[in-house]
């Protein structure tokens, strides 16, 4: 081989003193090779910095073993932890993942699916069971197998793996309810094209009608879902006429705004003021106060995703719709309604 030229698998097969057929399998397969011959062939693929064509190889076997998954955003760190999984199975599976965000833009959302089909993904991930109608033509023109993932909100016919944000909503409704908070408020995201606020608000609003507790609209902030937002909503709710006991928040980095605000602003939490977060991140456990939130399997919904599309693609029997459990976790950021 000369300097100037990549290095071709024909040459790690020579450097390693296999078959090429042994090398190809070795780099495929290892787990079907033996320990030598993988040895030999991984160090000559060091020592010439060997990369195998993939646009060649998906030529060759009309596969690209990629699967794509679109998520509305990478800034909530439970979205990150699915991801983390999700690519640790798909890797166990031999599939390699491509991940995008729309950002909660249903135009950009139609793109990314686009993107993706376009550079050849076996199968894609959706985060969320509405879709806007121009994916799902795409997604049925394609013949592209989905699933979607995260929610089990919303009635629809399509594989998916989640779990309830209403029922999370009723959790934290019940909670509050027991501990005696009668004037309560919500910051929540933006509600449109967003399921997790909206089905949050749902879930809570419903349950605390059961208990003759109204919740209305003038009592519901919509701020994004960031520490910023969850502070913005604090100084909003603070001039409601009652004053909230019990504010709830649509996410735990929203409630950690709401938390460190209430801290500027000279309010105890819980003493004053109860606030509850949703998904139970790594960060919820060791907020001061740790944050009284539900427990959402990030991780489980990943690696069951996984498993799912990859089984999807190679016709073999699933769950279609697996449902994941979530829990109320009750810590120190809620406490009973002040007299």
């Avoid at 809570?204 to 609209?217: H, T, Y």
């Avoid at 001061?288 to 073999?316: D, F, H, M, Q, W």
Wanted: aromatic fraction near 4%.
């Amino acid at each position: 081989m000369k300097n100037n030229q990549k290095p071709k698998l024909k040459d790690v097969a020579e450097l390693a003193g296999v078959s090429i057929g042994s090398a190809s399998r070795a780099l495929s397969v290892p787990h079907l090779v033996k320990p030598v011959t993988l040895e030999k062939v991984s160090a000559a693929v060091l020592k010439l910095g060997y990369v195998r064509d993939g646009a060649a190889r998906a030529l060759a076997s009309r596969r690209t073993h990629s699967i794509g998954a679109i998520f509305p955003t990478f800034n909530n760190p439970a979205f990150a932890e699915a991801v983390q999984a999700l690519q640790q199975r798909l890797s166990e599976l031999g599939y390699h993942l491509i991940i995008s965000s729309h950002e909660y833009d249903q135009g950009q959302e139609l793109i990314c699916v686009r993107n993706m089909i376009e550079r050849g993904v076996e199968g894609l991930l959706l985060v969320g069971t509405e879709h806007s109608q121009s994916v799902h033509d795409v997604l049925n023109s394609s013949k592209c197998p989905f699933i979607l993932m995260w929610f089990l909100d919303g009635a629809h016919p399509h594989h998916c793996v989640g779990f309830s944000n209403e029922e999370g909503g009723r959790m934290i409704a019940r909670h509050l309810i027991s501990l005696g908070h009668k004037h309560i408020a919500m910051i929540g995201g933006v509600a449109a094209y967003n399921e997790r606020a909206h089905y949050r608000r749902v879930g809570l609003v419903g349950e605390l009608l059961q208990s003759s507790i109204e919740l209305p609209g003038s009592r519901i902030i919509e701020q994004p879902f960031t520490l910023e937002g969850g502070r913005a909503g604090l100084r909003i709710a603070m001039e409601m006429t009652p004053r909230p006991t019990a504010i709830v928040c649509s996410t735990d980095v929203t409630c950690m705004g709401a938390i460190a605000e209430a801290r500027i602003m000279g309010i105890k939490v819980p003493e004053e003021l109860s606030i509850t977060g949703f998904d139970d991140i790594d960060f919820a456990a060791v907020s001061v106060p740790a944050l009284t939130t539900v427990n959402v399997p990030s991780s489980k919904i990943g690696i069951s995703s996984a498993n799912n599309i990859v089984s999807l693609i190679e016709g073999r029997p699933f769950a279609r719709r697996e449902r994941v459990q979530i829990e109320l976790i009750v810590r120190q950021s809620t406490a009973a309604c002040p007299d």
